[in-house]
């Protein structure tokens, strides 16, 4: 009971800490150890990454004067964050597992780990991580940052001759529990800067980071338009050239997300950028729609190499109950716009999995988008058949510092799992999602409680009762039981104990009276 109270609760604290720019703790370390770092890890749910840098740091372990945590910004204005609790517990937890200490014992050197380079669109990137075209990438200086920070590459922010007139302010954000990014709004459009400062920008960008995937994102309001954009992101010198048919918040009707909505417009609008250019075409889709492979296959008829999905779902975050208006509050007024972060992720990775199922669409290289922060998240993507990651909100909230983390992990799980490239666990999970009718349904799986974790507070009693099947007894000695005559085997009770006392047991044949 203890070590599980103990690891939920340094998943807790660590999630307390603020991430501050040139990070105090860090700095105040006498012995010159990378506290900042170890929780950065940890706040990004790279725990084996987080526990490899506590066992870097030995210099913690006879610490007696805490400057990191006396140095800690949450001390200002409450109780620091207790970093050397939470070094103490994961330096142990790497000492008693043998896997750890065989990554401890991991060169630090390029080639030290596996391997994250692959192909996307016939061209070879570093790793799969790029930044989504978005305000994270819209002039020279915020792209070099991200390429030399170890970025794959860069989408850059959508060029148009339409002229942009950006709202002030532009952003709104859903928290939970004091948790901020749950969802994120934005009414950003395209990009402001002249078209000629843009495809020069791309010209250095290319010139200087050979190596880097450079994907210029284009968006015309006609045929000769969309033919222009791609003709000279050509001689820019781009890699990829990416059709933004998918923006939700254009101030112009037959543009973005209303053109995405036609197969016929994605159709010619992709034929007319491929006229312009000998440069693989993907089309950015929209999942402000219902069916989102009859639009895929229109832009592939009409020439697109791959497909990138998904862009930002048309919301109403929240109302401002002042204004009576939607957040953001312009001038008394607002508007139904984009929504993104980690609340959009199920639904990107529903519409991955139908492009990736489908015998047309799926055999295109897919670029994956839509509530990726973590190496998790970026898994779940990798799994369903991307090539490809595009990542904004999670670098909007947390910076481009989080490339680290991103790469440690995926890294870090493929040598738990003997992979030794991305290629062989690419698509591995999209034959194992099927439709309802294909499921097992003749079997169950009942909930088996651990005494040594359940500390008696009878959430899983509560959320039975009231929203399951009423098969879980809570008697005075506050030590649940499962009613086997009235448990389903739904497993609700195992997501909402806190302490993971509630796991998946054997399954077995239903007995049917």
């Known amino acids: 009971m203890k070590d599980c109270i103990t690891k939920n609760m340094i998943r807790e604290e660590a999630n307390r800490c603020w991430m501050c720019h040139a990070p105090v703790c860090s700095a105040a370390c006498k012995s010159g150890m990378q506290p900042a770092r170890m929780l950065r890890s ?79 669109c016939g061209i070879r990137c570093e790793n799969p991580f790029i930044l989504a075209s978005s305000p994270i990438a819209h002039n020279y200086e915020m792209c070099a940052r991200a390429l030399d920070a170890g970025w794959g590459g860069i989408c850059f922010k959508t060029i148009s001759y339409y002229p942009v007139e950006e709202v002030s302010p532009r952003f709104d954000q859903v928290q939970q529990g004091g948790v901020p990014f749950i969802g994120f709004k934005n009414m950003e459009q395209l990009s402001e800067a002249p078209i000629r400062t843009n495809f020069d920008i791309l010209y250095r960008l290319k010139q200087h980071y050979p190596d880097k995937l450079i994907i210029s994102s284009i968006m015309g309001r006609t045929e000769e338009e969309w033919t222009h954009l791609a003709h000279f992101s050509t001689l820019a010198g ?40 000998h440069l693989p075409v993907i089309a ?40 009576m208006t939607a957040l953001p509050v312009i001038n008394g007024k607002s508007s139904v716009s984009g929504y993104s972060g980690k609340a959009i992720r199920p639904i990107a990775l529903r519409f991955i999995h139908e492009l990736a199922s489908d015998p047309i669409i799926g055999q295109a290289p897919l670029s994956g988008i839509g509530g990726i922060e973590t190496w998790r998240d970026a898994l779940d993507f990798l799994l369903l058949g991307c090539t490809n990651l595009q990542i904004c909100t999670s670098v909007m909230q947390y910076g481009y510092r989080i490339i680290d983390d991103l790469r440690e992990g995926l890294q870090l799980y493929m040598q738990r799992k003997g992979y030794t490239n991305l290629s ?90």
């Open 284 to 323: 950015k889709m929209t999942p402000n729609l219902t069916h989102i492979v009859p639009v895929a296959r229109a832009a592939c008829e009409g020439g697109a190499t791959g497909i990138a999905a998904i862009n930002t779902i048309k919301s109403i975050t929240r109302i401002d109950e002042e204004a």
């Open 238 to 277: 781009a890699d990829i050239i990416e059709c933004n048919f998918s923006c939700p918040q254009m101030t112009s009707e037959g543009m973005g997300c209303d053109v995405g909505q036609n197969p016929s417009l994605v159709r010619s609008f992709t034929a007319a950028a491929c006229r312009g250019t």
């Open 42 to 120: 940890l706040r990004l749910e790279n725990e084996a990454g987080a526990t490899r840098h506590a066992r870097q740091m030995e210099g913690c372990l006879t610490c007696t004067a805490r400057a990191c945590e006396k140095a800690c910004l949450r001390g200002r204005n409450g109780q620091a964050v207790k970093i050397h609790d939470i070094f103490s517990y994961l330096y142990k937890q790497g000492e008693s597992s043998s896997e750890q200490k065989a990554t401890d014992s991991l060169p630090t050197g390029k080639h030290s780990l596996p391997d994250l380079s692959l192909d996307f």
């Open 424 to 513: 062989q666990l690419t698509g591995l999970a999209v034959s194992n999602i099927v439709p309802p009718e294909s499921l097992d349904r003749t079997t169950i799986c009942r909930p088996v409680i651990d005494r040594e974790l359940c500390i008696g507070c009878g959430r899983c009693y509560i959320s039975c009762q009231d929203g399951g099947h009423q098969a879980i007894v809570f008697p005075p000695s506050r030590r649940p039981a499962i009613d086997e005559a009235q448990c389903v085997g739904c497993l609700l009770c195992s997501l909402v104990c806190p302490t993971g006392a509630i796991r998946q047991g054997e399954r077995i044949g239903k007995v049917h009276s």
